[in-house]
């Protein structure tokens, strides 16, 4: 018999609306024993089954649920279903049809808490961020390749979160002969991805519908792409007929895949692009010292606030990046602004860019907002999963 816990009176609310993570203060007792990963069931304070979950005791989420149904058993035939119905739910998408590079597993979106699947290619990048899939990672890897027929599988479990699970970083093969680095196309451009010492699994693919909109809207526009990476941005604006762009970031090696990706792209025109490997902070400065100006601007910055005890210092850095782009637009142009903080919700940051128009003294409207591909779901239950949120500005 499977271990239990009880759930603390008063404390059920998260689970009754099927919310997937039940706290360490939530826990009133563990009946039973568990080992980290463990399936353990979970009840009310009455003794009302209200489903499974995987039990980390390291974690404040003590526990994740894998189902809502008590009944349902957590085995491989179990994973084999959630991950086969992730992929189909991505099959059935038109916009994400013929893509290459794709989120196939997202997490508790997907009732899958914890894992994540990127697909480049013949290859399956897998991050297993909870002690419920680190148990059950043979069983994953093996419905994963049943349910897409890749050649390899690579394993990227270096994220933060680990950590906080109680688990150790772990990256390698976990299937085939998975390659270093591989090359996607994302509308028609060709982009290098770096497997092993890339950013998150090597890419970031939840901005790629920003991207196409950013190749639309190019068009005989002066662009600054500011935390370009690998430059995913920077070539979408050439491909759409961008007249200049210049693309800031402080990484060396993101600049130089870059340069790689170009390259690649024989199509595009590389003398209208330019690079600098510099401070985004000061590089806007120092524009706005040249009373340069831009006919877009673009600015993905890394997370300033992974929770929301840092969205005090975070909201500073966002105004003071949005105040200089917006003045270092031209009449007309288009700021696309961006936060991946999780813990600046996207009220917020739409406050934070207003009093940056406000700073900038500028007059601005918002035409679009933007979010994270379809391929990023958020879980209704779970509305903090959106991390990713986004604005299309236009300058007067
Ligand atoms: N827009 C990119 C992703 C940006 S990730 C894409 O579509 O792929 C954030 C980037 O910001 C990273 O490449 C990191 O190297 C860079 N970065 C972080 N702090 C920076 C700073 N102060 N100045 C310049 N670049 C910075």
Not at 79 to 87: L, N, Q
Not at 131 to 142: C, L, N, Q
Not at 199 to 214: S, V
Request: hydrophobic share 45%; aromatic share 6%; net charge neutral.
């Amino acid at each position: 018999m499977s271990a239990r816990i009880v759930l603390a009176r008063g404390k059920e609310a998260p689970q009754f609306r099927r919310h997937p993570w039940v706290f360490a203060n939530a826990v009133e007792a563990l009946v039973g024993r568990a080992r980290p990963g463990d399936t353990v069931l979970v009840e009310t304070h009455d003794g009302r089954a209200l489903g499974r979950a995987a039990w980390s005791p390291a974690s404040q989420i003590r526990a994740r649920m894998w189902t809502f149904d008590a009944d349902e058993g957590i085995d491989d035939a179990f994973f084999r279903r959630r991950i086969e119905a992730a992929v189909a739910r991505r099959a059935a998408l038109p916009i994400l049809a013929g893509q290459d590079g794709l989120r196939l597993v997202h997490g508790e979106a997907d009732g899958l808490p914890g894992l994540i699947v990127d697909r480049y290619g013949e290859v399956l990048v897998v991050a297993l961020n909870s002690a419920g899939t680190e148990k059950w990672s043979g069983a994953i890897v093996g419905a994963l390749l049943r349910a897409t027929g890749a050649a390899h599988v690579y394993e990227r479990s270096d994220s933060d979160v680990r950590r906080l699970e109680g688990l150790e970083p772990r990256v390698g093969p976990l299937h085939g002969a998975p390659p270093a680095s591989t090359v996607i196309t994302e509308h028609g451009v060709r982009l290098l991805v770096d497997l092993v010492g890339g950013h998150k699994t090597g890419f970031y693919l939840d901005q790629r519908e920003n991207r196409r909109l950013t190749r639309d809207l190019a068009a005989g526009r002066r662009v600054l792409n500011c935390f370009c990476y690998t430059g995913g941005f920077s070539l979408q604006a050439l491909a759409g007929g961008a007249r200049e762009v210049l693309s800031v970031d402080s990484s060396g090696p993101a600049l130089a895949a870059a340069q790689t990706s170009l390259a690649l792209n024989p199509g595009l025109d590389a003398g209208r692009a330019s690079w600098r490997d510099a401070d985004v902070f000061e590089l806007l400065r120092e524009l706005k010292a040249a009373e340069e100006r831009f006919d877009m601007v673009i600015l993905d910055p890394p997370k300033f606030a992974p929770s929301s005890a840092h969205a005090e210092r975070a909201g500073r850095a966002y105004r003071d990046i949005n105040r200089l782009g917006l003045q270092l637009l031209a009449p007309g142009g288009l700021l696309m602004t961006y936060s991946c903080s999780g813990g600046v919700s996207a009220e917020r940051f739409r406050g934070f860019v207003a009093s940056a128009a406000a700073d900038a003294g500028v007059d601005a409207m918002v035409l679009q907002h933007l979010q994270a591909g379809a391929d990023h779901p958020v879980a209704l239950a779970a509305p903090e999963g959106e991390y990713l949120k986004g604005l299309l500005v236009a300058r007067a």
